[in-house]
């Protein structure tokens, strides 16, 4: 593990990090004996020691500017390496910001993502019943990612408009595609009557997440609303999609057809559910795994 490594870690997390406690050497740290031969400047790499099978140590002069009078230095602090008879493995590195004060990659790893990668207010849902692109399609969601007009426009991208292609009545914004153009509302008033649930007016996708997590029903309920409300939020991205870049765009009067049959592909090929498709159409909620209704 070498000082440029640790050192990027330092400048993520905003911390500084403690360097070699030498506990085969002694009570107090190589790096503190003999500093001068020790760069814990993150534009500067460490001294390189290493220990060869006869028992010698050898450094590696190309990553250190010693300089000749230094030799003599570095000389004193190998003889009394080489004196020990103890294994080198011993030797650690403290950190305080580790889960046992031992720095680790994986601590590492972890603070630098808490620091630098956006954070849910919910874990990401990978669902097996859904296909792998519409599980990209819900992350980006999550993380408005997709390439919707405001968002292509507050990233510098010059377009002829962001108001909605759908209706043109309000900026093109992922609430506003999802839950609030008139198209969304219609689709969702479909569907929460067809699923026999009280409509519930969501206004962005953390919402309406947040009600599906605190809805009292059963697990199998609420899975088989997800892969329904994923197919609704599909089919109106299809559907944007298509209004904008296709001369011949998908019918609104298909879209409430292509999620009921959507989800029902979807739970019958990829959960290996034995759906009745009658039964689908008239209960989607209640239909049990055996097919049985």
């Known amino acids: 593990m070498g000082a440029r490594y640790c050192s990027i ?15 085969w050497v002694g009570e107090t740290p190589l790096f503190t004996r003999y500093n001068r031969l020790y760069h814990l400047d993150q534009d500067k790499d460490c001294l390189i020691i290493d220990r060869i099978n006869n028992g010698q140590w050898s450094w590696n002069w190309s990553r250190t500017n010693l300089g000749v009078r230094n030799l003599a230095y570095l000389c004193d602090m190998l003889n009394e390496i080489g004196q020990l008879n103890i294994d080198v493995n011993e030797d650690t590195c403290t950190w305080s910001l580790g889960r046992n004060g031992t720095f680790t990659v994986k601590d590492a790893r972890y603070r630098i ?55 043109n009545a ?16 219609d689709m969702w ?70 999620v009921r049959f959507s989800s029902f592909s979807w739970l019958h090929n990829r959960d290996h559910m034995k759906l009745s498709w009658n039964d689908w159409l008239m209960y989607p909620l209640s239909i049990t795994r055996n097919g049985n209704g």
């Open 113 to 167: 993502d808490q620091n630098i990668l956006p954070t849910l207010a919910h874990t990401t849902t990978w669902d097996k019943s859904i296909p792998r692109k519409v599980n990209v399609f819900m992350w980006r969601l999550s993380l408005d990612r997709l390439p919707h007009r405001l968002n292509l426009s507050s990233r510098g991208m010059d377009i002829p408009a962001i108001s909605c292609p759908s209706c």
């Open 189 to 258: 008033k479909l569907v929460f009557r067809w699923c026999d649930i009280p409509l519930f007016q969501a206004s962005s996708w953390d919402s309406f997440n947040d009600w599906i997590i605190s809805w009292h029903a059963s697990k199998e309920k609420k899975h088989r609303f997800y892969v329904i409300t994923t197919s609704v939020l599909w089919w109106l991205w299809r559907y944007r999609n298509s209004v904008t870049f296709s001369s011949q765009p998908l019918r609104k009067s298909d879209l409430f057809d292509n």
């Open 170 to 185: 309000n900026v093109e914004s992922a609430n506003h595609v999802f839950f609030e153009c008139d198209i969304a509302t």
């Open 9 to 23: 870690v330092a400048h993520c997390c905003g911390t500084r990090i403690r360097f070699w406690k030498d506990i």
